[in-house]
């Protein structure tokens, strides 16, 4: 590859990474100009940690032949197990003990598994390349861009292969850790804000008093029993207690398209906004069906293995909201704010009083119709602590609930109104 190619590789990149490129589009586009340059790559990996509550990084790959591989991986925690066999086993772990920032590898080098591996696959030479973050720009573990690149040839990585590749692939480094970096934020957004409060702070909402006017409906939810349970119990159960059913309640509400904006110890504030508030109300209602279904699924799953068990109280309402920044130029929450937020949570309150563990406000109830309106039955009138007026609240039916499953007609009235 002559320095003129090598240019226009490295001017590619630089636009590449600017734009925003896809990671996957950036290898493989990568390694087809690199071959048409003269560089007889025959498969690229390129992959780097990452700030995920999951995992632990994602990878891309090409390679000159068709397969049934999938360009993009993600994995998981490579600090025991299998895993962490494999990782030591790499030549990358081997380049961060000894400070290497290159390695070339030839196919009877047989002291790494993932060499050996694409020995078999008919590559013959490999060369690895490490490039590392200066603290500074350290995210978690995301220090380093890791890559491997192959070549059938039997001449392999010469010098001039390496020098080629010692300026072209830290610009691919840039553009690929460019690329993590938005990733990144927008995980971070969505884990600790919400998805629709994170799309919006990431569009640019993020002045302090920016708020919209909304009509939503609002989910209000916690846990039966949690604060003697917590007593009870080993306090290293607890916090996995309280993840196994903010689990499933947030599961729920994100199948449904609801957006949790806050969990407050056990509890779980959320909204449903749709233009049309008919849509909303439903939407909420089959998360609320489905939470009752995670619920048992939990159950038999603790109770199997001798750990403590509950259930929650929910309930939902319908009112205007603001929706935005509130606090000071130092700490912001993108969150709901008003009198229906109060309300919905009174309203939960209330289900402890009343004995349901499911309640909703005359507000929500009007949308529904008369074909909503027919499954929920009255548990009275009642003053809401805090709230100047009293409230009709609803509950469904008793006898639609069976072993915390909606009946068929409830679930048939759900589907058939999408």
């Not at 990149?13 to 390694?31: H, M, N, Q």
């Not at 995920?52 to 025991?80: A, K, L």
């Not at 610009?171 to 969505?190: C, D, E, I, M, Y």
């Not at 995670?294 to 939902?316: D, F, H, K, Q």
Request: proline letters at 2%; aromatic letters at 8%; one cysteine or more.
């Amino acid at each position: 590859m002559d320095l003129t190619s090598r240019l226009e590789i490295m001017n590619w990149l630089a636009g590449a990474g600017l734009s925003g490129i896809a990671e996957t589009d950036l290898v493989r586009e990568f390694c087809e100009r690199s071959r048409a340059a003269g560089l007889d790559l025959s498969r690229g990996l390129v992959f780097i940690d990452t700030l995920h509550p999951i995992f632990e990084g994602q990878g891309f790959r090409w390679s000159d032949v068709e397969s049934n591989e999938s360009d993009t991986f993600e994995y998981g925690s490579t600090s025991e197990g299998e895993a962490a066999e494999n990782w030591q086993r790499s030549p990358f772990y081997a380049m961060l003990q000894t400070g290497e920032n290159e390695m070339r590898i030839s196919h009877d080098d047989e002291r790494f598994k993932m060499t050996l591996k694409l020995v078999g696959d008919g590559h013959k030479h490999f060369a690895t390349f490490v490039h590392r973050f200066s603290d500074s720009s350290i995210i978690g573990e995301m220090d380093c861009v890791y890559s491997l690149w192959c070549m059938r040839h039997p001449s392999g990585f010469d010098d001039t292969a390496m020098s080629a590749l010692r300026d072209i692939v830290p610009l691919l480094g840039l553009a690929v850790k460019s690329a993590a970096n938005a990733r990144v934020a927008r995980t971070l957004g969505h884990v600790y804000l919400g998805r629709d409060a994170a799309e919006r702070v990431l569009s640019g909402r993020i002045s302090r008093g920016v708020a919209d006017r909304i009509n939503a409906v609002l989910w209000f939810s916690d846990l039966r029993g949690s604060t003697a349970i917590g007593e009870a119990i080993d306090p290293a159960e607890f916090i996995p207690f309280l993840n196994d059913y903010a689990g499933a309640a947030i599961d729920a509400i994100h199948d449904e398209g609801g957006d949790v904006l806050k969990l407050i110890g056990d509890g779980v504030l959320a909204i449903f906004n749709n233009d049309d508030m008919g849509v909303a109300r439903r939407a909420a209602l089959r998360a609320e069906n489905q939470f009752r279904k995670n619920i048992e699924t939990l159950n038999e799953r603790r109770s199997s293995e001798g750990r403590p068990t509950t259930s929650a109280y929910v309930a939902l309402h319908v009112g205007e909201v603001f929706y935005g920044n509130i606090g000071s130029e130092e700490r912001l929450d993108f969150t709901v704010v008003g009198p229906a937020v109060n309300e919905v949570s009174r309203i939960a309150s209330m289900c402890r009083s009343v004995e349901r563990e499911f309640l909703v406000s005359s507000a929500f109830l009007d949308g529904l119709g008369a074909a909503g309106k027919r499954h929920f039955v009255s548990t009275g009138r009642y003053a809401l602590r805090g709230i100047g007026r009293a409230q009709d609240l609803f509950t469904l039916d008793p006898a639609i609930r069976t072993e915390g499953h909606a009946a068929s007609p409830f679930e048939q009235y759900l589907r058939d109104r999408g």
